[in-house]
Nanobody, 115 residues
Framework: QVQLVESGGGLVQFGGSLRLSCAASGSIFSIYAMGWYRQAPGKQRELVARITRDGSTNYADSVKGRFTISRDNAKKTVYLQMNSLKPEDTAVYYC?????????WGQGTQVTVSS
């Protein structure tokens, strides 16, 4: 069973920065794509950023140029560096691991951006 544990969320002012981390359990990490998603109150969960096993990345248009996803396979951790935060970035942020026939989600970490 894979466990994903997010950390790094919190309250930050408009224009501030946060770095989220997602640590994975299990012996294999490097071969799986990892993603960050978010869900704001009353809205559907949406993809924020994703990184493949070879390091290719893609981002939601709303975060391009502000957020950066990265991974450290030795630490079995994926990161989301969030800069120039806006109130509309307020949400619960989840990480996800994509496997061939399954997916695993973390429990989420709250990010709140005050105006």
């Amino acid at each position: 069973q894979v466990q994903l544990v997010e950390s790094g969320g919190g309250l930050v002012q408009f224009g501030g920065s946060l770095r989220l981390s997602c640590a994975a359990s299990g012996s294999i990490f490097s071969i799986y794509a990892m993603g960050w998603y978010r869900q704001a109150p009353g809205k559907q969960r949406e993809l924020v950023a994703r990184i493949t096993r070879d390091g290719s990345t893609n981002y939601a248009d709303s975060v391009k140029g502000r957020f950066t996803i990265s991974r450290d396979n030795a630490k079995k951790t994926v990161y989301l560096q969030m800069n120039s935060l806006k109130p509309e970035d307020t949400a619960v942020y989840y990480c996800k691991q994509d496997r061939a026939n399954s997916e695993y989600w973390g429990q989420g970490t709250q990010v709140t951006v005050s105006s």
